[in-house]
């Protein structure tokens, strides 16, 4: 766990003077994915690997920020908005600042150090984590007690306007409202979140970086949104209670699929089944189903590398490489896709075969070396 003594170190040195120090986690998502965006269900939970802000009030409205991470500093002016998406760090700081103003908390001018262990591009939401916990910085010096959930819908409302994803509540919502020792059941139509245990006497919860991230990424998401957002349309003629994909049932699905064109067919597909296999798995989890929850990730990885399209070859390496060793419950790519990570199930005796295989094969096929990463289940955002 990052440690919060260099970031406070790095406040003294810079601008003086002793600052509060705030936690946000990154996450990574055991199955339910490309749900969120559907008003549908993700069962996601927080990890180690965090992002610290050290901050104290500044007088007036600048906000001044230093990022360890690239060694760069940068500020702004709360009353002169800087242009959104110009593709650099500070549009998720400023990005956040302005979601919290515009949903009428009023901010002070502050000073910020952040550093962040969250690897970025990894899949596990380092971005949520910097907005999160720049969030909550921001408020709290500010004297303003902003709730979880206002907080987790400031961090999506930054990457819409500001970034310029248009990404689902998933991420912010599990870095703002994580629970330790669990996995949380989010229905992302009402956010509400149910804590599932997770039980990691026995089967281990293991991140597998892939170490590469496709430049496609953020381009393909709104595309995939934009496809699933069609076949709404398209099934609302026949259904007419259908809101969004969440409404449609296996059953019905198959009833209508006639209606749709192939790429949209195959999207909403992935979103309907994975619905339902996010229940399934919820309650799988609840019941110690770890076999069962297994079966479940694997079919989730299939869905979103045939009908979804998000994953590539090296997620489906690592895949198939963790489904032949022995004592592998299940696996599958996690987060957006297009590189990044993949989470596995596994029993706690086959950690260290399982890194070696895997590890192995994956060089074999890429030449590259993959990062493992055991994760129990943290909380999420708060003050240290
Ligand atoms: C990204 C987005 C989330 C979610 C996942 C896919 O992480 O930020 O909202 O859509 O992709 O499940």
Known sequence: MLDAGEARRAFVETYGGEPRLFRAPGRVNLIGEHTDFNEGFVLPMAI???TLVAAREAPGRRVRVRSLNLDEAAEFDLDRPGEPRRGIWLDYVEGVARA???GGTRLRGADLVVHSDVPAGAGLSSSAALEVSVGLALSSVSGSRVGRVALALAGQ???HTYVGTMCGIMDQFVAALGREGHALLIDCRTLEATPIPVDTAEALVVVCDSRVKHELASSEYNARREECERGVELLAAALPGVRALRDVSAEEFERHEHLLPPTVRRRCRHVVTENAR??????ALRR???AEFGRLMYESHRSLRDDFEVSCRELDVLVEAASRVEGVLGSRMTGGGFGGSTVSLIRRE??????NTVGALYHQ?????????VSQPQAGAHEL
């Open 278 to 283: 996010t229940l399934a798995a919820a309650e």
């Open 365 to 373: 096929a890429t030449r590259l070396v993959p990062a493992f990463h």
């Open 157 to 159: 409302r930054a990457e």
């Open 48 to 50: 180690e690997h965090s």
């Open 288 to 290: 110690g189903g770890g």
């Open 350 to 355: 086959r950690l260290d075969d399982f890194q």
């Open 100 to 102: 919290l103003e515009d």
